[in-house]
């Protein structure tokens, strides 16, 4: 049974330090790993997809990274704003036979805080 | 483009009482997955539908049930509700996966759920 993590809980920086998120999974058999940002009493935001045969993605001034023989993913956040408070999640997704997405597996998320 | 959309936003019932909640997918999206979030067990998932048929269902009652329509819209329905179903449901979409490692799924804002 695939089970996923985040360390820490919770996090708080000075605003304009680059940080790094960490995500671990039990099952090295997946499908694609998704970090995304929940605001406060909102839905997700998709930040990066990484599929199974990527070591890496970036946008902006975050990067993710997978290394799936470790069952591991980190995000690291360049320059940090205040803006960029909100709980950070993990997702790994499993392919489901008939070609349809699957579901995926949710970390209980890192809550980031960053200090102006 | 617009996003998932989710009604109502919010909702008040009562325990034995039963509830529809809608989503509307990203338009030309065919995979529609449902989530449950709770403060206690986080995010988890409840059934995932594509091209009108229920392709994967999470480890929850029979209680919970769902369906998609021709225009991939998508209903879940919970019957004979509990106090414990009291959380925010989410709704997710994403495209027909055109290469291997899936997609991004994109979430709606979601329906908060209280059972009194």
């Known amino acids: 049974k695939q089970e996923v993590t985040q360390i820490p809980a919770a996090l708080s920086v000075p605003e304009g330090e680059n940080l790094v998120l960490n995500c671990s999974f039990t099952?090295?058999?997946?499908?694609?790993l998704q970090w995304f940002r929940q605001d406060p009493g909102k839905g997700l935001t998709s930040l990066l997809l990484?599929?199974?045969?990527?070591r890496e993605q970036t946008s902006g001034r975050l990067n993710a990274s997978l290394d799936k023989s470790s069952g591991r993913s980190t995000l690291y956040i360049a320059a940090s704003q205040p803006g960029d408070s909100a709980t950070y999640l993990c997702?790994?997704?499993?392919?489901?036979?008939?070609?349809?997405?699957?579901?995926?597996?949710f970390g209980k998320g890192t809550k980031l805080s960053v200090k102006p | 483009k617009a996003g998932v959309t989710q009604t109502p936003r919010y909702l008040i019932k009562t325990r034995g009482q039963q509830v529809t909640l809608s989503c509307s997918p990203i338009?030309?999206?065919?995979?529609v997955s449902w989530y449950q979030q709770t403060p206690g067990q986080g995010l988890q998932f409840l059934f995932e539908?594509?091209?009108?048929?229920?392709?994967n269902k999470g480890n929850f009652p029979g209680r919970f049930s769902g369906r998609q329509f021709s225009n991939s819209r998508s209903e879940m329905n919970v019957s004979t509700l509990e106090l414990g179903d009291s959380a925010l449901y989410l709704c997710?979409?994403?495209?027909?996966?055109?290469?291997?490692?899936?997609?991004?799924?994109?979430f709606g804002p979601g329906t908060r759920l209280t059972v009194l």
């Open positions: 997710a979409s994403s495209r027909l996966p055109e290469t291997s490692g899936g997609d991004t799924q994109y």
């Open positions: 099952d090295s058999a997946i499908y694609n």
């Open positions: 990484i599929q199974s045969s990527q």
């Open positions: 997702a790994v997704g499993r392919k489901n036979y008939g070609g349809s997405q699957g579901n995926l597996i």
């Open positions: 338009s030309g999206h065919r995979s």
């Open positions: 539908y594509f091209s009108e048929t229920q392709r």
